[in-house]
């Protein structure tokens, strides 16, 4: 039973994906709002809903391994395997907003995590903790991140980097038919898959902490994974990007920052490679977007990151299993 309900949540989630895109880019349109603005909030916070979903329901019930777990892994995800998988689909134009701000910006959210569960390697109990005022803090970063997307809307940033394609005519009452509908079969889909991957999972006997970092992050990526899939083969690039970028960074400030504030999180546990990897996903994107290339994540680099995706599971996984 719980394998159909994973199946089911499944096609929520792609069906979610594809109307939350096709609305979202028809509301861009219609307010001349620039799509990379959309995909940093609108379709971000509504991919990140599982997450905080997810996340704060683990803090509430104790479960702090589970709850942190869920946005590292969901990050690492989000770049590593989620761009990686659309690169190789699709090569991904990379703009000019994105490559000097967003991706720095995503950079210094994964230093923060790091600087936040950092006392783990500090206190040599090999365990640490989210306070209630870190979680004010982050949830401050958040804010403040929200009013930078907003400053860029009404300067109309990022317009020229837009992608040329015609987006679909939609009316406007329309359209936020879609957004919402797409947001209920995102959210509901995300938490079914979620729920029953999660139960499959205790019942073969695995930590918490490792459900967090694999099986649930990569449930609540799911709408990530559609949404920026769905949106790179309608030619809407910054969507695929903006998506994947800002729900990093709203994994970090705004989940992990209200689940800090609505229960101490301790007893956590993690090491040096997973904070290490989700500080090394975005520093890869940075690299190739600013070093290596000419502003396009290429496939070739879509293979690199998802074999890192690949590898860094595998470890965690073997050592489970061990």
Not at 170 to 191: A, D, Q
Not at 230 to 240: L, Q
Request: net charge neutral; glycine share 12%; no cysteine.
């Amino acid at each position: 039973m719980d394998i159909l309900l994973v199946i089911v949540g499944a096609v929520l989630i792609l069906a979610g994906a594809n109307f939350l895109t096709d609305g979202a880019s028809a509301i861009a349109t219609r307010f001349n709002i620039s799509q990379m603005v959309i995909g940093l909030t609108i379709v971000a916070f509504g991919t990140s809903a599982p997450e905080l979903t997810v996340s704060v329901l683990s803090g509430l019930s104790g479960n702090g391994g589970m709850a942190v777990g869920n946005v590292i892994g969901s990050n690492i995800f989000n770049i590593l395997a989620i761009l990686g998988l659309t690169a190789i689909i699709t090569p991904l134009p990379i703009g000019r907003t994105s490559r000097n701000i967003e991706i720095p910006m995503a950079i210094l959210t994964a230093l923060v995590l790091i600087f936040v569960i950092g006392d783990i390697f500090i206190d040599g109990k090999g365990e640490a903790e989210l306070t209630r005022s870190e979680g004010a803090t982050l949830l401050t970063f958040g804010l403040l991140f929200l009013l930078y997307t907003l400053y860029m809307a009404s300067k109309g940033k990022g317009s020229a980097e837009e992608s040329s394609s015609p987006t679909k005519p939609i009316k406007t009452w329309l359209s936020v038919i879609y957004v919402i509908g797409g947001l209920v079969g995102l959210v509901y889909g995300g938490r079914l898959f979620v729920d029953s991957a999660s139960e499959i999972a205790r019942t073969l006997g695995v930590s918490e902490t490792l459900i967090g970092l694999t099986l649930v992050s990569w449930g609540t990526s799911l709408p990530e994974l559609a949404t920026s899939i769905v949106a790179a083969f309608k030619k809407n690039a910054d969507i695929a990007i903006g998506n994947v970028v800002g729900s990093n960074i709203f994994n970090i400030f705004l989940v992990l920052g209200f689940t800090g504030l609505v229960h101490n999180q301790t007893g956590l546990t993690f090491s040096f490679v997973d904070l290490g990897v989700q500080l090394l996903a975005p520093l890869l994107l940075f690299l190739f977007a600013r070093v290596l290339s000419t502003g396009t994540l290429s496939r070739k680099e879509g293979v690199f990151l998802f074999l890192i995706f690949v590898a860094y599971n595998w470890y965690l996984i073997s050592g489970a299993v061990a």
